[in-house]
């Protein structure tokens, strides 16, 4: 399978992977309502859920590719930049007003794709052949 074929897969999952969590909350009774800046409440949509998890992954799948053309520890550098873009997407889930629940499902989505991403772009662009096996006398 190319890189391109395992990268836009990981992409795929990573979009996947927030919905699921979002459509396990929805039917678990979880309500996903966030009121953010006194506004008045808003669902947090499955259309949102989508775009904005494949906006975020296509984003860090071009970082990782212009990262690995310039620096040889282009990977090592990407997935620190991941961590700390994680780590900065959590504070909109954490600081508008919402349920527990709430709370937890939108960290749980967040974490979600940054576990099918991370390691589903970071595997290696080549495979590795394992070494021949000696035959016995």
Same mark, same amino acid.
């Given at each position: 399978?190319?890189?391109?074929?395992?990268?836009?897969?990981?992409?795929?999952?990573?979009?996947?992977?927030?919905?699921?969590?979002? @459509?396990?909350?929805?039917?678990?009774?979880?309500?996903?309502?966030?009121?953010?800046?006194?506004?008045?409440?808003?669902?947090?949509?499955?259309?949102?859920?989508?775009?904005? /998890? @494949?906006?975020?992954?296509?984003?860090?799948?071009?970082?990782?590719?212009?990262?690995?053309?310039?620096?040889?520890?282009?990977?090592?550098?990407?997935?620190?930049? /991941?961590?700390?873009?994680?780590?900065?997407?959590?504070?909109?889930?954490?600081?508008?007003? /919402?349920?527990?629940?709430?709370?937890?499902?939108?960290?749980?989505?967040?974490?979600?794709?940054?576990?099918? @991403?991370?390691?589903?772009?970071?595997?290696?662009?080549?495979?590795?052949?394992?070494?021949?096996?000696?035959? @016995?006398?």
């Amino acid at each position: 399978m190319s890189i391109h074929t395992r990268r836009a897969l990981a992409v795929a999952g990573a979009v996947a992977a927030p919905a699921a969590v979002g @459509l396990v909350a929805t039917a678990a009774g979880v309500p996903l309502r966030v009121t953010a800046g006194g506004q008045p409440p808003e669902p947090v949509e499955l259309p949102a859920v989508l775009v904005f /998890a @494949l906006v975020g992954s296509l984003a860090g799948s071009l970082a990782l590719a212009v990262l690995e053309r310039v620096t040889r520890h282009g990977a090592a550098v990407w997935t620190v930049l /991941a961590a700390v873009v994680l780590l900065a997407s959590l504070v909109p889930p954490l600081t508008v007003q /919402a349920s527990t629940a709430t709370h937890v499902t939108l960290v749980t989505m967040h974490l979600a794709v940054a576990a099918v @991403l991370v390691p589903g772009l970071r595997r290696p662009a080549v495979s590795r052949t394992p070494a021949p096996v000696a035959s @016995l006398p």
